[in-house]
């Protein structure tokens, strides 16, 4: 039970610690340092796709031979299709752009920035917490030591996702302990979601595959549709990618060592 809270929690530990760069920088985080971060947190979310969700929800279907990529397949694309639902009918603002997206709202700025942000943290949450249903069930060939490996993968790719929303609040004219308070809550949808996830692990035990892939298909959803196109655009783009290949590998050596 420690290991499970624990698991579910290190992910929000991660979202804090970037929040708490607002302490430590002043003015808006450099450019160079947003192409890294964006770069990194993409490879990480990519390799926890493939290596800790895909891969395992097709070896729990192997049986089925051919078929088994089926399961993988109809929840990846169902993951990236409720991202993209959550997308459009959320107003939200993303870093950088001054149009906002989604339906009208009268939110401000802040808190349009912070909703952007959470619906990142969601699929991410769910990730954590479908392995860890895998873990408790037995039946997913998923150990706890992989289950911890993509907790502490994301929990990494979260540490530039609380900087990223801290910083810009801060530099909008929030005092510091708003902007690392709000980046913070950011992240608390995490916990929340895996433990949802978590305590309808004996109902979820027919469509665990299922469940893997679509939250791999989320977090595709999120790299393709934001992190990638942000760290695509103006200078310093070579940056994004090297911090590309440094998350990818980082992750892929947590999940096969730890596992």
């Not at 802040?110 to 917490?129: Q, R, S």
């Amino acid at each position: 039970m420690t290991s499970l809270a624990l698991g579910l929690l290190i992910p929000l530990m991660g979202t804090m610690l970037g929040s708490a760069f607002v302490f430590l920088m002043k003015g808006e985080m450099p450019e160079r340092l947003q192409k890294s971060l964006h770069g990194f947190a993409s490879g990480v979310m990519v390799a926890a796709s493939v290596w800790s969700l895909l891969i395992p929800a097709m070896e729990m279907e192997e049986a089925k031979g051919a078929w088994s990529v089926l399961p993988a397949s109809i929840g990846f694309v169902l993951g990236m299709g409720f991202l993209l639902l959550i997308d459009e009918i959320t107003p939200h603002l993303h870093l950088g752009t001054a149009q906002p997206e989604g339906p009208r709202s009268k939110l401000s700025r802040t808190a349009m920035l912070a909703l952007a942000v959470t619906i990142h943290n969601l699929p991410e949450g769910m990730a954590v917490g479908v392995v860890f249903a895998g873990v408790v069930q037995g039946t997913a060939g998923i150990s706890l030591a992989s289950a911890v490996a993509i907790s502490i993968g994301i929990a990494i790719q979260n540490i530039p996702e609380g900087a990223i929303i801290s910083m810009p609040m801060r530099a909008e004219g929030n005092s510091c302990c708003r902007s690392f308070v709000i980046g913070s809550l950011s992240g608390v949808v995490e916990p929340i979601g895996g433990l949802a996830v978590v305590l309808l692990a004996s109902l979820l035990t027919p469509v665990l595959p299922y469940m893997l892939a679509f939250a791999a298909g989320a977090m595709f959803y999120v790299v393709i549709e934001e992190l990638i196109p942000e760290a695509s655009l103006g200078r310093h783009t070579n940056l994004c990618t090297i911090g590309f290949a440094i998350g990818f590998v980082l992750m892929m050596i947590l999940d096969v060592v730890m596992g």
